[in-house]
């Protein structure tokens, strides 16, 4: 019993805090019986025709699956039953007026999404500069590149070139930094009574944009249950590491994030490489890449890559910027954040 009880609640940790699915898939993951329900529905309506109908069974624009889809969608055929029982118990009230607007595509389609709308999308800057490195020449900026270099070890020898679930795992890492930062500079703004000089909100927009990243991985990978666990672990000790450096040295903080932005261009480099020599299938892009990037319908993963690694590139540049600005003596909130562009 006991041991049923550990289990479980291991479990749910591990399960917890996905929040970012696309309408289908969230209701998917509490109770897709329901997603079953609408999908009917469209049907009967004679609504979007089969290009929707695909889009809304699986978050995979239309072509061959991966087999972590197709097992992901038998999995909720399986429970359907399960969870149309508790559908029956399940009522959400619009007391509150809480209920969303009819939001459409610019082609008129319905917009899918709950965890992003049309204003948060946007096409990536590709003609960014991948190769611009900060040459370490002070001694925190020495401390900060061999810290990075030394992170990077272990995670050559855990994941090697399996560059999916690598990606996958390292987002999971990248999306802390620009919510701590946030999170921090938020607070001195209540403290001093001071603008931010919209350092806030280019952190915050940081971090969400690395969560994308990872929501679209996940639907190429799916993660082990190792793999769950070791996230876990490595959010609980990054987040508080980050948390202390980023209180005692700002500077040093967007430092490290500057050159771990340089890995992370170095890792999505190779893993082009990997599908450009066919070791990596180019499968269709997952369909939330398609709406976040506005990517063309027919887009790939080797298109989701190349923005994800030019988003990669400008994290880069906005951390090292950070970064000079405290070694110049100053404070974020003198240089005019670099918002709107994630
Ligand atoms: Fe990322
Ligand atoms: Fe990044």
Redesign the pocket.
Known sequence: MNRFVARTLIRSIIDGGNHCRHEISTAAMENPWKIVGLLRTYQKVGGPGGFYWTRTMSSVTPGPMTSSVAEKEERVEEKGEEWKKSDQTTMVSSYWGMSRQKIKRADGTDWPWNCFMPWDTYEANLSIDLTKHHVPKAFLDKFAYRTVKLLRIPTDIFFQRRYGCR?MM??TV??VPGMVGGMLLHLKSLRKFQHSGGWIKALLEEAE??RM??MTMVELVEPKWYERLLVLTVQGVFFNAFFVVYVLSPKLAHRIVGYLEEE?IHSYTEYLKDIDSGAIKNVPAPAIAVDYWRLPKDATLKDVITV?RA??AH?RDVNHFAADIHFQGKELSDAPAPLDYH
């Open positions: 990606a390292l987002e990248a999306a944009n690395e990243h990872l992370a994800i988003d990669e994290h």
